[in-house]
């Protein structure tokens, strides 16, 4: 026998001497393994309150000055009060759903998102609820266990990837689908206006909101020419706020070409 044969075995025969000795003994389930957890988790408690209140004691309070509450040690007080003028938002899930957000936009028809979002999760939970009793092996051995080793680095690989593209994917009002003309929703114009928050007041032919702008989708209807409406973008005017604080006059000029390209129906060459 060589000598890692016998290796394996005297492993094998130890750990089989152990496992029998802790079964005679035993150590029952109450009061160890009850102690243990409830030990742990008064800690894991014990520490959200403690942030939380380290949370609520170090963030100032919301004033107009800090219209998100004074940066405490785990962030602001609150979120930004809630808007009701806008009419369109762009929501995006916390981090830890950004896989499913992903999942969700690659699966399109309403047949692929019954099958990503139920039946695909539900043969995965039963069968990790099945699973002790499909796989019967008594290896322990990750190279004994190439379906389980697959299997275990494969999803959070996955999981990991999706959320990857998740944070980076355009949203609803971003990118590709302000127009519904790839011509002009290929552009960096949209990049910019989607960062403005445009389309919470003008229309841009596929998203946007119906009011308080004017419906940009065919250009802006009134202005004479491309001066004027950089003008309009970079001071405001009526109820438009002024975007020259916002945005730079390079992204300004390129937004209003962009809108007069709407208008004359030739895109600018950029
Ligand atoms: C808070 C709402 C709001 C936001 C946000 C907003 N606008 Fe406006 N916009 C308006 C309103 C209202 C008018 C009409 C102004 C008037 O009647 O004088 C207008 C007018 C315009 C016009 C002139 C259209 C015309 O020909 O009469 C242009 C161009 C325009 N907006 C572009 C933009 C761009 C580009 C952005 C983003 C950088 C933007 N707007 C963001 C409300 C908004």
Request: with cysteine; glycine share 8%.
């Amino acid at each position: 026998m060589s000598a890692t044969a016998r290796k394996v075995i005297n492993r094998r025969v130890r750990y089989e001497a152990e496992h029998a000795a802790s079964k005679e003994e035993g150590h029952p389930f109450f009061p160890y393994a009850m102690f243990h957890d409830t030990v742990v988790n008064l800690l894991i408690v014990l520490t959200i309150v403690a942030m939380a209140i380290i949370w609520h004691a170090t963030a100032g309070p919301i004033n107009h000055a800090h219209p998100t509450g004074q940066n405490g040690a785990f962030g602001e007080l609150y979120q930004v009060k809630a808007n009701p003028a806008v009419q369109s938002t762009e929501p995006r899930p916390d981090w830890y759903f950004l896989f499913l957000f992903e999942l969700l936009r690659i699966f399109k028809t309403p047949w692929q998102l019954i099958f990503a979002t139920i039946i695909i999760p539900t043969i995965m939970m039963v069968l990790l609820v099945a699973w002790p009793f499909l796989d019967r092996g008594r290896d322990r051995r990750l190279s004994r266990r190439p379906v389980g080793v697959a299997v275990g680095l494969t999803t959070p690989t996955v999981l990991i990837a999706l959320t990857l593209a998740g944070s980076v994917a355009p949203g609803a009002v971003t990118g590709t689908a302000l127009t519904g003309n790839p011509k002009f929703d290929s552009l960096p114009a949209t990049q910019i206006i989607a960062s403005a928050n445009c389309a919470t007041c003008h229309f841009f032919g596929k998203v946007g909101a119906s009011g308080p702008g004017p419906s940009l989708a065919k250009g802006p209807p009134s202005k004479p020419n491309v001066a004027a409406v950089e003008q309009q973008i970079k001071n405001g005017g009526g109820p438009m706020p002024p975007f020259g604080d916002v945005l730079t006059q390079q992204q300004i000029t390129t937004v209003a070409n962009w809108l007069w390209g709407l208008k004359t129906g030739t895109p600018p060459s950029q």
